[in-house]
């Protein structure tokens, strides 16, 4: 029987549909909510250009007034704001040694599209998880710090009860904001702060009857465990962790279509086949703007991600449905 190749496997027309709608939905499985994606958001990441201008309407502010028979009101004026997103492209190839074990299978080309779709969907996570990093470090340099709660210290070593994971720092951490408390429906924690978690009795499990499984909660809001969540040195020594606090909707979601989103390759002296994949895609902190200030190619890198000037509130802090918890464990 003849070896299966990648052109008798990918049909673009079959594979990038499926790959996207699979990212999508593992995307949504994963984080619960937290990730929005709707038409609007797609067309705006099919625009055209690597930034994306998202104007809203500003809340309406000034005191009430009284109603009289001879004073007319004095109209407010309406104003709106710029949210503006980057669009991400990324791409990446295999060769077909990497891919050997699914292409043998009964069904190649979803075999193939599945490993692709869980590529991405970790890739899009770490996308996710350093643009947070930036928005935190611009909210320390400039918003107060009024979405960050750092109770970690530099010597993680000699980190004491107080300086970790607790149901009392999440509450705090839960306060910044405001009376908007309740918008609150997941947590994203690094597996070292699961951990504890569940030594400390604090995860509670619920059916998941799509997944065939359990869901873990704490105060009633789902956690998402992923190691992409930040792990970085304490300073003098041990390290600390961020914890994320997420509303519903607070990441939007948009994919785009590169003009070439999938394609084989042959080496043909070598005997060799490549499949190369290429993705544009909107992963926004909703009422963050992205400034592109120090972006040195046609999108950001995570490491440009996560460099607070590229990034700048535009919502009021309780219209921005994000908050982070820094401990040393």
Not at 34 to 52: C, H, K, Q, T, Y
Not at 246 to 267: C, H, L
Request: hydrophobic content about 40%; some cysteine.
């Amino acid at each position: 029987m003849a070896d299966t190749k990648i052109a008798d496997v990918i049909v673009p027309e079959v594979f990038n549909p499926y790959v996207w709608q699979r990212t999508v939905e593992l995307t949504r499985m994963r984080m619960g909510g937290i990730v929005s994606n709707d038409a609007e958001l797609n067309r705006l990441a099919e625009a055209g250009g690597s930034s994306i201008n998202m104007p809203f309407w500003n809340d309406l502010e000034g005191d009430d007034e009284i109603l009289s028979d001879s004073d007319a009101l004095d109209p407010a004026k309406i104003t709106a704001g710029q949210d503006k997103a980057v669009l991400h492209m990324r791409g990446k190839a295999w060769a077909v040694n990497d891919l050997a074990a699914s292409l043998a299978g009964d069904d190649p080309i979803r075999g193939a599209a599945d490993l692709v779709a869980n590529y991405w969907v970790r890739k899009q996570q770490s996308v996710m998880i350093s643009s947070l990093q930036g928005v935190f470090a611009d909210n320390v340099a400039n918003d107060g710090s009024d979405m960050v709660l750092d109770i970690g210290i530099a010597d993680g070593n000699n980190a004491a009860e107080a300086n970790l994971f607790s149901g009392e720092a999440f509450i705090d951490a839960e306060a910044t904001f405001g009376d908007a408390i309740n918008s609150v429906v997941g947590v994203g924690v690094h597996s070292v702060i699961y951990n504890r978690m569940k030594k400390l009795g604090l995860i509670e499990f619920i059916p998941d009857d799509e997944a065939k499984g359990q869901i873990a909660t704490f105060q009633g809001k789902r956690v998402i465990v992923d190691d992409t969540c930040k792990r970085v040195a304490g300073g003098t020594s041990g390290f600390k962790y961020t914890s994320y606090l997420f509303g519903n909707g607070a990441i939007g979601y948009g994919e785009g279509r590169p003009k070439t989103p999938t394609e084989d390759d042959r080496d043909s002296l070598a005997g060799v086949d490549y499949l190369i994949t290429r993705r544009h895609f909107l992963l926004h902190p909703r009422g963050i703007k992205f400034t592109n200030s120090s972006v040195a190619g046609a999108a950001p890198t995570n490491a440009e991600l996560e460099a607070a000037g590229n990034w700048d509130r535009v919502y009021n802090r309780k219209m921005v449905r994000i908050a982070g918890l820094i401990t040393n464990g």
